[in-house]
């Protein structure tokens, strides 16, 4: 990752996506204990990241997340669909 | 309700231009197989469905779809943007600039106008789950054509992701299935509602009749 922006973007990224595949594990193993626990975990440490991107960049949720002085961090480029947002992911293969 | 969080599922950059892929994989944003016919099938059929497992499988692959729907869209526009006339006529995109220009369209790759007609909401839990595990094995296959006519890793890496969530959703779907089965199967009983020329005993003999 060149930036710091990046490299929390995607610390989040991955953390979110990791939240969104166990949630769908729990939805029907809902008794799996050893993976409520793993899913609990790892939305605490989302929670921290999100809460240090938005400090540092821009607000992520439309309505979840508290405006800074400048609300043009939410109307503001980039959005998610541009280039300009998005980051290279290393190691990968 | 839904919350956006303004960033991708998955990382979508880029560099290259292709107007002839970006055709391509348009369709999984409004095509046949796509991720709007995903994301309305499921998230329609979840209003029906009878188990705990289903419903909330149902109502979060739904919403999941709708991130990819995201990701297909970010795709295409990046494939597309810095294309100039010459690219755009060569490579086959002249059909969908007339009608579309750099847009992104709801559209088969073929050129189909999205329709609801690709999805169905049956009304039968069962006949649903299963309808959803061959759209999930449809996707699939239609990644794996994408990532045939790609060689673009920047292009590869997004498609590779999606075609494993489709695997994924088939496995969850399998899972939700069951549960709806064992389900009917307790209660001894067609809870689903038949058909009212069917109707004439309408005492079944399961425990809720009773
Ligand atoms: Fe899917």
Redesign the interface.
Known sequence: MNNKRDSI??R??ML??MA??L???L????NDKEVIEKYNEIIKEAEEVRYEYEKNF???????SASSEHHFN?INNP?????K?????EG?E | MWVYEKKLEFPVKIKKTNPALAKCILTQYGGPDGELAASLRYLSQRFTTVTPEAKATLNDIGTEELAHLEMIGSIVMQLSEDADMQEIKNQGFDSYYVDHGLGIYPASASGVPFTAAYLQSKGDPITDLYEDMAAEQKARSTYEYLLNLTDDPDVAEPLKFLREREIVHFQRFGEALRTVQDYLDSERCFVIPKPNFMNNDKNCGCKKCK
Do not use: G, K, M, Q
């Not at chain 1, 821009?58 to 979840?64: D, G, M, Q, T, V």
């Not at chain 1, 947002?85 to 992911?89: E, G, K, P, R, T």
């Open positions: 973007l995607n989040l990224t979110d996506f969104v595949d949630h769908l594990y939805n029907t193993h809902p821009a607000p992520l949720c439309s309505f979840r939410w959005w998610p669909w541009s280039r947002f998005n980051y290279y992911i990968e």
